[in-house]
């Protein structure tokens, strides 16, 4: 059973800083490339990093490069998310995906 979950969420300061995990098992995670994405509220689903399944190559959305670093640990079966410099408007529920499958959500909330 493939299970894709995340943790680390919670609330910060604009600013602060929070780092997310995506533990996988049920598949071969170090075959497959892995994204994370966000869904704000009341807006669609929009993808933020991605990272190859060696952890050699990491892709961003615009909006995040510089603030957020994409990274993956194949021996534990986890991605992770570090966030600095967080905004406002990086409030958002934040899903790891990868191998088609998605994970259930960890909320980020940044206000002050």
């Known amino acids: 059973q493939v299970q894709l979950v995340e943790s680390g ?8 800083s929070l780092r997310l995990s995506c533990a996988a098992s ?7 490339a892995m994204s994370w994405a966000r869904q704000a509220p009341g807006k669609g689903l929009e993808w933020v990093s991605g990272i190859w399944s060696d952890g050699s190559d990491t892709y961003y959305l ?9 990274s993956r640990d194949n021996a534990k079966n986890t991605l ?11 409030t958002a529920v934040y899903y790891c995906n990868g191998a088609g499958y998605w994970g259930q959500g960890t909320q980020v909330t940044v206000s002050s």
């Open 80 to 90: 992770y998310l570090q966030m600095n410099s967080l905004k406002p408007e990086d």
């Open 62 to 70: 615009d909006s995040v490069k510089g603030r957020f670093t994409i």
């Open 26 to 32: 049920g598949f071969t995670f170090s075959s497959y």
């Open 9 to 16: 969420g919670g609330l910060a300061q604009p600013g602060g």
